[in-house]
T-cell receptor, first 112, second 114 residues
Framework: KQEVTQIPAALSVPEGENLVLNCSFT??????LQWFRQDPGKGLTSLLL?????REQTSGRLNASLDKSSGRSTLYIAASQPGDSATYLC???????????FGSGTRLQVQP | SQTIHQWPATLVQPVGSPLSLECTVE??????LYWYRQAAGRGLQLLFY??????ISSEVPQNLSASRPQDRQFILSSKKLLLSDSGFYLC?????????????FGDGTRLSIL
């Protein structure tokens, strides 16, 4: 059974810092990995999707990497801003399944 | 562009009452549709998914059910709600493909059971 773990559970940084969020998964047979952002009481906003054949994806100040063989992904946020404050969720689609398996998230607070 | 709508946004129901949550997708056809639940202090858990009209797969046994009466409509129901059904319910969709399409989520329904 796939399990997804995110470390740290919570993170507080001053504005302008570069930061890394970590995600690990136990079954490396995945189709893809997706990073989401969730604001309090809101739905999920898709940030980046990395296919199993890819190593990284970039969108603006966000860069996500994938090391499928070791079961790890990182989300790098450059020059963090207070508006980046949210919970970041990592999720994978495991081969043989259609739906996402989620980690429990990292709650990020960027202090102005 | 594609959009996904969920309603209601919030709902307060007594134990034992019925439930109907609706999700519709616009701007695409023949999507895969999903219902997830996010309970307090827990991660997102898949409840149901559907690859087509009338086709429903259940991930966990529970007193909830799902139906897909139309291509872009997905309904989550219960005949009698339990306290444990409280949570944040999210609908999602993605396109057909080799399981490599990103999932897009609605704004969710917050359900409180009294």
């Amino acid at each position: 059974k796939q399990e997804v773990t995110q470390i740290p559970a919570a993170l507080s940084v001053p504005e302008g810092e570069n930061l890394v969020l970590n995600c690990s998964f136990t079954d490396s047979a995945i189709y893809n990995l997706q990073w989401f952002r969730q604001d309090p009481g809101k739905g999920l906003t898709s940030l980046l999707l990395i296919q199993s054949s890819q190593r990284e994806q970039t969108s603006g100040r966000l860069n996500a990497s994938l090391d499928k063989s070791s079961g790890r992904s990182t989300l790098y946020i450059a020059a963090s801003q207070p508006g980046d404050s949210a919970t970041y969720l990592c999720a994978v689609v495991t081969m043989g399944r259609r739906a996402l398996t989620f980690g429990s998230g990292t709650r990020l607070q960027v202090q102005p | 562009s594609q959009t996904i709508h969920q309603w209601p946004a919030t709902l307060v129901q007594p134990v034992g009452s019925p439930l109907s949550l609706e999700c519709t997708v616009e701007g695409t056809s023949n999507p895969n549709l999903y219902w997830y639940r996010q309970a307090a202090g827990r991660g997102l858990q898949l409840l149901f998914y559907s690859v087509g009209i009338g086709q429903i797969s259940s991930e966990v046994p529970q007193n909830l059910s799902a139906s897909r009466p139309q291509d872009r409509q997905f309904i989550l129901s219960s005949k009698k709600l339990l306290l444990s059904d409280s949570g944040f319910y999210l609908c999602a969709w993605n396109g057909k493909g080799l399981n490599n399409q990103p999932q897009h989520f609605g704004d969710g329904t917050r359900l409180s059971i009294l």
